[in-house]
């Protein structure tokens, strides 16, 4: 009960009421496809916008020790 009265404001917004418990059950059901699939969009277009900058400079280690760089914090 308590999740129905938080879907039904998001939905409806106080225009009208459900009283079948079946359009309940669809509504709860596509406010949570709703939900996944926003989520999901989110975080792939984050991941795309983000995996460019993740990219290592240096990927050899010996590379790195011969130029007297360090690694960590130092």
């Known amino acids: 009960m308590i999740f ?16 079948r418990n ?6 709860i059901v596509w406010v ?3 939900l996944v699939l926003t989520s999901s969009y989110t975080a792939s ?3 795309m916008l983000t995996v460019e900058q993740l990219r290592p400079t240096h ?16």
């Open 22 to 27: 079946l359009s309940r059950f669809v509504v």
């Open 45 to 47: 277009l984050t991941l």
């Open 59 to 74: 990927t050899d280690i010996n590379q790195i020790r011969k130029n007297g760089e360090s690694v960590g914090y130092q």
């Open 32 to 34: 949570s496809v709703v």
């Open 4 to 19: 129905w009265f938080s879907f039904s404001r998001l939905v409806f917004a106080h225009r009208e009421k459900l009283i």
